[in-house]
């Protein structure tokens, strides 16, 4: 089955405790993205990569780290999370085309206390 | 810079009743408009998406949505609305640039 799997789902962690949150695709796309959703604010962009080893800031990327070694993994870093990044995560991968739509993962909710 | 503004946060409608929910994009050379739909606990899902052609586009769950360029709209719109399409709606443009530039969402809360 075609997906974008982010792990955690749940994530309750401290303040300043580093932390990276997965993402995989198994549909060979080339670009792939993080996103963070808070009430109000729609989805906002935090960093993008359009292909391996090839990547570059979002709208709000301040706080977050990226990386993309492989094709199908981006993982999500937080090398000092605080609590003003609690929010909702999502990790989407599109493929190059232009036209073509980002598929989405489940989410990940952090919380940072 | 693109921008995409729903003009509506939430919007109550009675279950069977008609709806319409409201985005308008900024004015680009070309565009690629989606709707996505994001049930409670859930990602977003691709609901419909206008690429080029006709102007009235039908995607899933008896959705449809109708490119307007003159007036740089992309409404989305239901005859009959059901209590499982109670959820968060997001209207989205992809700019030159490739990315997905998303207005704010609105809420479709279904009343009984």
């Known amino acids: 089955e075609a997906q974008v799997t982010q792990n955690p789902r749940y994530l309750i962690t401290v303040t300043g405790k580093k932390l990276t949150v997965t993402c995989s695709q198994n549909m060979n796309h080339e670009y792939m993205s993080w996103y963070r959703q808070d009430p109000g604010l729609g989805l906002r962009q935090i960093y993008y990569s359009m292909n391996v080893e090839v990547t570059d800031k979002g709208d709000v990327p301040e706080g977050y780290k990226v990386s993309r070694k492989e094709k199908r993994n981006f993982p999500l870093i937080l090398e000092s999370p605080s609590p003003n990044q609690t929010s909702l995560y999502f990790c989407a991968s599109s493929p190059g085309a232009v036209g073509t739509e980002a598929f989405f993962g489940q989410g990940t909710r952090l919380t940072v206390v | 810079a693109q921008s995409v503004t729903q003009l509506d946060s939430q919007v109550p409608v009675f279950e069977e009743a008609p709806v319409e929910l409201r985005c308008n994009y900024s004015?680009?050379?070309?565009?690629?408009l989606f709707w996505y739909v994001q049930y409670p606990n859930q990602g977003l899902q691709l609901l419909l998406k206008?690429?080029?052609?006709s102007t009235l586009v039908k995607g899933i769950n008896g959705f449809e949505a109708e490119f307007n360029k003159s007036q740089t709209s992309f409404h989305l719109r239901k005859p009959s609305v059901h209590i499982s399409d109670t959820a968060e709606y997001f209207c989205?443009?992809?700019?030159?640039?490739?990315?997905?530039?998303w207005g704010a969402g609105t809420k479709l809360i279904i009343k009984p």
């Open positions: 004015s680009s050379v070309s565009v690629y």
């Open positions: 989205a443009v992809r700019d030159s640039n490739y990315q997905l530039i």
């Open positions: 206008y690429l080029s052609g």
